[in-house]
């Protein structure tokens, strides 16, 4: 992490650089004909290239989930003249869609539903974009709830701001939705991804798998793999590990369920003979 942080900061010394370089560029057209001028011989750069640094500093930060950062990358490059394009949201999207309350909790595995669907896929084709459901197998449901709301939020913006969406985009949206178990939600995104012409490939619908996987919904999960078929969609270790998670958690429910029926003989033990 330290190592990490240094070479964060090295980045965001060299954009600084760039930026005094973009200004000195400024300053030199304001001042043609002075030849005192300090500035009219000093190197210059490129918008081009503060783009491109600012695009790959922001996915640094996004492997940290520092979305502030890259909202303020995302605004010094505006005033620069560099109006964010879609590398720029599709980080700021990573980085709320790896933001820490999404951590997957092992300890809280089992039990619950799926969220209700409605997610801002179908906002972008008519829908409203306002979900309740948490998902399940996770602490903090509230903080959990908020950061996919907050991938949602960025895609609106990304629209908003003119910047149409790609496969990167929407799969951090995916993401996000998969980890809560948003079964309805990621099914909306991946029919947004359909009508945009984007590609559905193994790994969007394995983002689906890994929401059926943590709402426990094996029969959605059994659909999503026969969609997968009948699309002619190969299959990897990934959407396997999905498919029997959603069996051994829908399993476990069952179990559960049985266990903690009131009508069972008061002397039968369960897992007895």
Same mark, same amino acid.
């Given at each position: 992490?330290?190592?990490? =942080?240094? /070479?964060?900061?090295?980045?965001?010394?060299?954009?600084?650089? $760039?930026?005094?370089?973009?200004?000195?560029?400024?300053?030199?057209?304001?001042?043609? +004909?002075?030849?005192? @001028?300090?500035?009219? +011989?000093?190197?210059?750069?490129?918008?081009?290239?503060?783009?491109?640094?600012?695009?790959? $500093?922001?996915?640094?930060?996004?492997?940290?989930?520092?979305? @502030?950062?890259?909202?303020?990358?995302?605004?010094?490059?505006?005033?620069?003249?560099?109006?964010? #394009?879609?590398?720029?949201?599709?980080?700021?999207?990573?980085?709320?869609?790896?933001?820490?309350?999404?951590? =997957?909790?092992?300890?809280?595995?089992?039990?619950?539903?799926?969220?209700?669907? &409605?997610?801002?896929?179908?906002?972008? /084709?008519?829908?409203?974009?306002?979900? *309740?459901?948490?998902?399940?197998?996770? *602490?903090?449901?509230?903080?959990?709830?908020?950061?996919?709301?907050?991938?949602?939020?960025?895609?609106?913006?990304?629209?908003? /701001?003119?910047?149409?969406? #790609? $496969?990167?985009?929407?799969?951090?949206?995916?993401?996000?939705?998969?980890?809560? &178990?948003?079964?309805?939600?990621?099914?909306?995104?991946?029919? &947004?991804?359909?009508?945009?012409?984007?590609?559905?490939? *193994?790994?969007?619908?394995?983002?689906?798998?890994?929401?059926?996987?943590?709402? /426990?919904?094996?029969?959605?999960?059994?659909?999503?793999?026969?969609?997968?078929?009948?699309?002619?969609?190969?299959?990897?270790?990934?959407?396997?590990?999905?498919?029997?998670?959603?069996?051994?958690?829908?399993?476990?429910?069952?179990?559960?369920? $049985?266990?903690?029926?009131? #009508?069972?003989?008061?002397?039968?033990? =369960? &897992?007895? #003979?």
């Amino acid at each position: 992490r330290r190592a990490a =942080w240094i /070479s964060r900061a090295a980045a965001a010394i060299a954009l600084d650089e $760039l930026y005094a370089r973009t200004m000195t560029t400024q300053l030199a057209a304001d001042n043609v +004909g002075h030849a005192d @001028d300090d500035a009219s +011989g000093a190197a210059v750069t490129h918008p081009r290239d503060v783009r491109d640094a600012t695009t790959t $500093l922001c996915n640094a930060y996004a492997a940290c989930g520092d979305s @502030d950062a890259i909202r303020d990358l995302m605004e010094r490059a505006q005033s620069a003249g560099v109006p964010p #394009d879609s590398h720029m949201f599709n980080a700021l999207l990573r980085s709320e869609a790896a933001d820490r309350s999404l951590a =997957w909790d092992p300890e809280e595995d089992g039990g619950g539903g799926a969220g209700v669907g &409605g997610g801002v896929a179908g906002s972008i /084709s008519g829908g409203t974009g306002v979900r *309740t459901g948490a998902g399940v197998g996770y *602490t903090h449901a509230e903080e959990l709830q908020d950061a996919v709301i907050r991938v949602e939020e960025m895609m609106r913006d990304m629209l908003e /701001s003119g910047v149409e969406p #790609d $496969l990167h985009s929407f799969m951090a949206l995916l993401a996000a939705y998969a980890k809560v &178990g948003d079964v309805a939600a990621a099914g909306d995104a991946l029919a &947004g991804m359909k009508a945009r012409g984007i590609e559905l490939d *193994t790994w969007a619908f394995n983002a689906l798998l890994q929401a059926c996987a943590a709402a /426990s919904d094996l029969d959605a999960a059994s659909k999503v793999r026969a969609s997968m078929k009948k699309s002619s969609v190969a299959a990897d270790d990934i959407t396997f590990l999905h498919l029997f998670t959603a069996c051994a958690r829908r399993t476990r429910q069952v179990a559960v369920a $049985l266990r903690d029926e009131e #009508d069972w003989d008061e002397e039968w033990e =369960w &897992g007895g #003979d």
